[in-house]
């Protein structure tokens, strides 16, 4: 059973930074995708980024593209590093783990086996 933490987020500016990070505990993560969907009331889940573990290519909505990376730590942690954000990334953000990327690129949501528990990210203009 994997389980997945998040950590970072809070409050930002427009056009500050942020980062989140995403750790998986009692479990080996390797050889799985790992990212990050978001969600705002009232709207489905959206797919933000994702990345294969001990791989460096790399999956972004068009929307975060430029803005955001994503980037394996060691062999069972994420970061998504949060550049010049807007309003509309405001979302609560949840780490996602699956065994292939397909979920995140093809917005699937409910085909992720592994979830974290989610984290508010707020940006103010």
């Known amino acids: 059973q994997v389980q997945l933490v998040e950590y970072g987020g809070g409050p930002v500016e427009a056009g500050g930074s942020l980062r989140l990070s995403c750790g998986a505990s009692?479990?080996?993560?390797?050889?799985?995708?790992m990212g990050w969907f978001r969600q705002t009331p009232g709207k489905e889940r959206e797919a933000v980024a994702a990345i294969f573990s001990g791989s460096s290519n790399a999956w972004y909505a068009k929307s975060v593209e430029g803005r955001f990376t994503i980037y394996n730590t060691m062999s069972r942690a994420i970061n998504l590093q949060m550049d010049n954000v807007t309003p509309e990334d405001t979302a609560t953000y949840y780490c996602?783990?699956?065994?292939?990327?397909?979920?995140?690129?093809?917005?699937?949501?409910?085909?992720?086996?592994?979830w974290g528990q989610g984290i508010q990210v707020t940006v103010s203009s």
């Open positions: 009692k479990a080996n993560i390797n050889n799985k995708c």
């Open positions: 996602a783990a699956d065994a292939g990327c397909r979920s995140f690129v093809y917005g699937r949501p409910d085909n992720v086996n592994y």
